[in-house]
């Protein structure tokens, strides 16, 4: 008489769920700082344009950081998805199949996947785009009263008050 195959515990796949999750959760944090230092080179830039300061402009190296970060993440979810379907085909043929949920972390996957591709374009025309319709400096001299680039309104000092 043939033996049983044994039963793969269903615990043994919840923590591979679990260790996939820890590596989404991962990736997701590389994405988000992907895009923060890449938005903060646009905030910067733009501060310096409505500031008037004749700084040079970056390289760029921000925005490549910070693709660099949003790639990362990328990477690393599409990693952890591969390498979890993998593993769950090797339990499989331990023994019979355990009725686990199979699709939704990879599908969670492939949407954060899509999200971060999507992200990392937006993030490039975005980078493109602020370099060919912002002028090149602001004007010169004073500005009217409404205006961002007017000094702060302060009632202490006569000669900042704007009387109407």
């Keep these: 008489m043939k033996p049983e195959p044994p039963i793969v515990d269903p615990r043994i796949y919840l923590a591979a769920e679990r260790t996939l999750l820890a590596w989404i959760r991962t990736g997701i944090a590389l994405m988000g700082f992907g895009l923060v230092v890449s938005k903060l080179r646009f905030f910067l830039e733009e501060l310096r344009w409505v500031r008037g300061e004749t700084l040079p402009m970056s390289s760029g190296a921000a925005n490549g950081s910070g693709l660099l970060l949003l790639g990362l993440g990328i990477i690393l979810i599409g990693g952890a ?8 085909q090797d339990l499989d043929q331990l023994g019979p199949e355990t009725p686990v949920p199979r699709r939704f972390p990879l ?4 949407l954060l996947v899509a999200a971060g591709l999507l992200l990392g374009l937006h993030l490039v025309r975005t980078a493109t785009e602020l370099q060919t319709t912002r002028p090149a400096k602001p004007a010169a001299g004073p500005q009217p009263p409404n205006s961002p680039l007017s000094p702060p309104l302060n009632n202490r000092f006569p000669e900042n008050r704007v009387d109407p």
């Design 81 to 88: 998805a591969w390498r979890h379907q993998r593993y769950l």
């Design 107 to 110: 599908v969670i996957s492939a």
